[in-house]
């Protein structure tokens, strides 16, 4: 199994800044991934966090807004860039794959 | 990605057997069938994983009928403390790699 820790926990961000999420992984695992979810939504997967390379983006989630990083195989972060009101959300990190993936228990943003 | 469907939402009381269905007709030759937990303000946790026939374990029991068209998760004797939101998703275990798309999920509501 692995521990995913992610920070902060929670925020609130006036709008037009920007805000880093950090995912820290107990163990080196190949695949991470950022989701978003609205309160009482399912997740959407926002991007997969690649270890030394570009993530890959899914549709309707680009660079520019959601930056991320992915400098080795236990840590990963996700940038949410000039925040609107519309970006308030809970945000998650999940490692592993699909026959077992483990969650951060997400970063609660409130963009004001 | 095969696609999923579940109900949207159950009730259930205390101590009765809960089955949740998911439906996936275009499941492949590969793919293994993943139920996931999640409660308020966590994230998704991984319950149980199968193939085909049953697959049991302490929290709970995943049937699969021979044309893997649907699977069934079956929880027993359900405490308040069960309820929460239940993901069914479908995936290839060959390729190890795939991303990891939510559906809707089942929202179970247990009553005292």
């Known amino acids: 199994s692995a521990v995913i820790s992610q920070k902060p926990s929670r925020d609130i961000c006036q709008r037009g800044t920007s805000l880093t999420i950090q995912c820290q992984v107990d163990?080196?695992?190949?695949?991470m991934f950022w989701y978003r979810q609205q309160p009482g939504q399912s997740l959407t997967l926002i991007a997969t966090?690649?270890?030394?390379?570009?993530?890959?983006?899914e549709s309707g989630f680009v660079i520019d807004k959601f930056p991320i990083s992915r400098p080795n195989l236990t840590f990963s972060t996700l940038t949410v860039s000039n925040m609107s009101p519309e970006d308030s959300s809970i945000y998650l990190c999940?490692?592993?794959?699909?026959?077992?993936?483990?969650f951060g228990q997400g970063t609660r943003l409130t963009v004001v | 990605l095969a696609k999923t469907t579940q109900p949207i939402s159950m009730d259930s009381y205390e101590g009765q057997e809960v089955n949740i269905t998911c439906s996936h007709n275009n499941i492949a030759t590969n793919d293994y069938i993943t139920w996931y937990q999640q409660f308020p303000s966590q994230g998704p946790r991984f319950i149980i994983q199968?193939?085909?026939t049953k697959v049991t374990n302490e929290v709970a029991s995943l049937f699969i009928p021979a044309d893997r068209k649907s699977s069934t998760l079956s929880l027993p004797r359900v405490s308040l403390s069960d309820t929460a939101v239940y993901y069914c998703?479908?995936?290839?275990?060959?390729?190890?790699?795939?991303?990891?798309?939510f559906g809707k999920g089942t929202r179970l509501h247990i009553l005292p």
């Open positions: 163990s080196q695992v190949t695949m």
């Open positions: 199968g193939y085909k």
């Open positions: 999940s490692a592993g794959n699909v026959n077992e993936a483990f």
């Open positions: 998703l479908v995936g290839g275990a060959l390729n190890r790699d795939d991303k990891i798309i």
């Open positions: 966090a690649n270890q030394g390379s570009e993530a890959t983006y």
